[in-house]
């Protein structure tokens, strides 16, 4: 069985704004606008770890999101950025009221 791996459609450019859309796997959600304040707290927690700019509001739809970034000089590292905001808001949105199923490699099949 294949894994399952973000495919970026982008050069890694250091020092670039970066235009971003993130979708659910499943596109009939609306948990984003459900729960928009776990991933503001996701994107806010990151930020604090890994500095970049929000250079345009971030748009919150209910099955994806729009987000415009410039990352700090000499870095190019946007995908371990999303990793942790993607994963964040998950585990957070995680409950007993929330059912998430795992992959087959126990990810929770969210995004």
């Known amino acids: 069985m294949a ?5 970026y459609r982008c050069n890694r450019v250091v020092s670039r704004t970066y235009f971003f859309a993130a979708t659910l796997r499943d596109q009939s959600s609306d948990v984003l606008v459900r729960h928009f304040g776990l991933s ?8 604090a770890e890994w500095p970049f700019n929000i ?10 999101l729009h987000a415009m970034w410039t990352l700090p000089d ?20 995680r409950a007993p009221w929330i ?12 995004w």
């Open 3 to 7: 894994m399952a791996w973000m495919l």
């Open 40 to 47: 503001l707290e996701a994107f806010r927690s990151v930020r």
């Open 55 to 64: 250079d345009s509001p971030i748009v919150i739809l209910p099955d994806h």
């Open 74 to 93: 000499g870095d190019a590292y946007y995908s371990g950025r999303w990793l942790a905001i993607k994963s964040r808001f998950t585990r957070e949105l």
């Open 99 to 110: 059912p998430l199923t795992n992959n087959d490699y126990g990810e929770y099949r969210l």
